[in-house]
């Protein structure tokens, strides 16, 4: 009996060995970062995502573009080879907070300058926080010529829900003009609105009605065209999906629905939420969420995904997929009509989505308590000399010819106004439920200068527009850093009492929120990450027309910059490579 006693404990020693072992092995390997590269070529290609044809800018012949998949801690190095031919080109990583690598934001005129047609540039950067996010063209409207893509960054510690499969869906609106003609009209006199959208796409498809333009011919719009085929989810019956909903819209604010389906909403901007239900998730240019859902329903027919314009009165048809329960053929129509959408003008859905939305218990990052500086941006639309404008506090934001970062780390005077803008407007006295009686404003290239390593709030103020009774929904999108987002509420921001209601306990961290229809929206954020940051209205045509500021925050902690993002402006003697 002794002896067997012995041997198993000598049977033991050597096991304990080779476990320990293997868990050394396991945490090496956990800790170890890859490089990820990608080689991509930008250019102009005729395709019909919505059966109609017109000049799409494609990566590797692709819209959209090739999904970046990285684990968390990884080092992107992606390759641009622009051939536009006639048009330069940037492209921003959307919720990648650059920390270290403010060079490579990819927004032209605040980190760098454009990539010159047939000119090579090596983005490279370090996604060190796992989650959802995206890339997209931060030059002129590019993006909605069709440059755009997901990146999905997997954690290295396992995730709070359990799903069996993992897909992406971007959202997007469609024009058939191009950005040159919508972006002429809006610096015309008189001012020409790009209008709605003629199509909605569900990740790159969709379907336009051809009839609406006989005199238009099959070769240019064709329902038979397999590129315009209905986008098709094919899922197994009895599995949890996590999809990663995008919206990458032009204008549009759009409610997302699976039929006959619940979606649990799980995960907002890379950062987990508190698990809610939703039938409708509402969803705002440059957010993304991830939601679970279960294949539990009548596992012999199909169902139908529709994507639907609200917010603004709906002229757009829905954009029309398919939840394909797999064996049924993914061309099998369901037995039913689409679900009905919201009323587009019901906002109260709306804000109390956003209003669900809460860090989820254990992954709380609270706030701090105060902050040392409050910037109140009101939100207008104006006139400049007869054109029309957005404007933040009476001010159109303009970029400069030379971009920010290198003007401001490299000494370079007189490259952008000097003047900062307001931190506020008129409270007491503008209504913010009236055209203003004074619709005149002006322009400038000034920024605001933060203090390094401080807290800021930013109070997103909606008004009324220049017609009569109308507010629009705005998604503002910041660069270089999540934000807290403290509160939502209606009318005007009152500083005495709107204060008292924050969500200091457990506030979602975003990096997109939308400020609804006369309405506020309560933000708060670090300065830590040396650099230079826009913020803005990340509907194309609004940022264009002069809806956003930049931040700047030490600028003096920022390493040498490469001299790869010179070239424009005031750095033209500048070497490039």
Not at 101 to 129: A, K
Request: include cysteine; proline fraction near 8%.
């Amino acid at each position: 009996m002794v002896e067997l006693r012995l041997s198993i404990r000598a049977l033991q020693l050597p096991t304990l060995l080779i476990l320990c072992f293997f868990l050394i092995l396991g945490n090496f390997h956990k800790a170890e970062a890859r490089i990820r590269h990608h080689k991509w070529e930008v250019k102009y290609e005729f395709r019909s995502p919505d059966c109609f044809k017109k000049l799409v800018i494609t990566i590797n012949g692709k819209t959209p573009g090739p999904t970046i998949q990285a684990q968390e801690g990884d080092t992107i190095v992606v390759q641009v080879n622009n051939s536009l031919v006639t048009e330069n080109l940037s492209i921003h990583w959307h919720g990648i907070r650059q920390i270290g690598t403010p060079w490579f934001d990819g927004t032209e005129g605040v980190t760098q300058c454009p990539i010159l047609p047939g000119d090579t540039f090596i983005y490279q950067f370090v996604v060190d926080r796992p989650g959802t996010y995206l890339y997209h063209a931060h030059y002129g409207m590019q993006r909605e010529a069709g440059l755009y893509g997901m990146i999905r960054v997997a954690p290295r510690d396992p995730e709070p829900f359990a799903y069996d499969l993992d897909r992406s869906i971007i959202l997007n609106d469609w024009y058939h003009k191009s950005t040159y003609e919508q972006a002429a009209g809006l610096s015309s006199i008189p001012f020409q609105w790009v209008g709605e959208p003629q199509s909605l796409l569900i990740h790159g498809k969709g379907r336009f009605n051809c009839s609406k333009s006989p005199s238009v011919s099959t070769d240019v719009c064709d329902t038979s065209n397999p590129q315009c085929s209905p986008f098709v989810q094919t899922v197994i019956p009895g599995k949890t999906y996590r999809l990663r909903i995008a919206s990458l819209t032009a204008l549009s604010a759009l409610s997302f629905e699976i039929e006959g389906h619940n979606m649990t909403v799980v995960e907002a901007d890379g950062h987990y939420v508190e698990p809610f239900e939703v039938k409708n998730l509402f969803i705002y240019s440059g957010e993304t969420y991830s939601v679970l859902v279960k294949t539990d329903q009548d596992p012999s027919r199909n169902y139908w995904i529709t994507s639907n314009v609200v917010s603004r009165n709906r002229t757009t048809p829905p954009g029309l997929g398919m939840f394909n329960y797999y064996p049924n053929h993914p061309k099998r129509s369901p037995p039913t009509v689409p679900p009905s959408p919201p009323a587009w003008d019901d906002v109260e859905p709306r804000l109390a989505q956003s209003l669900s939305i809460k860090a989820r218990q254990g992954y709380i990052l609270k706030p701090p308590t105060t902050s040392d500086r409050v910037i109140v941006l009101l939100n207008t639309q104006n006139n400049i000399s007869e054109y029309r404008h957005w404007s933040v506090n009476n001010v159109s934001f303009t970029l400069p010819h030379t971009p920010y970062l290198i003007s401001l780390k490299e000494n370079i005077t007189g490259a952008f106004d000097p003047t900062p803008p307001p931190d506020g407007y008129d409270f007491a006295n503008y209504d913010i439920f009236s055209v203003a009686s004074n619709a005149n404003a002006t322009s400038s290239s000034g920024i605001y200068r933060l203090k390094f390593n401080t807290t800021v709030d930013i109070i997103l103020q909606n008004a009324n527009t220049m017609n009569k009774n109308n507010s629009e929904t705005h998604p503002w999108h910041l660069h270089g850093h999540d934000f807290w987002v403290l509160g939502y509420g209606k009318g005007k921001f009152d500083v005495n009492n709107d204060t008292k209601k924050y969500n200091l306990e457990n506030p979602i961290m975003k990096n997109t929120v939308p400020v609804h229809p006369f309405g506020w929206t309560a933000l708060r954020f670090r300065t830590d990450n040396p650099g230079v940051w826009a913020f803005h209205c990340h509907i194309e045509s609004h940022f264009y027309m002069g809806m956003g500021v930049v931040f700047e925050e030490g600028i003096e902690r920022v390493g040498k910059l490469p001299s790869s993002i010179m070239g424009c402006g005031q750095t033209r003697g500048f070497h490039r490579p």
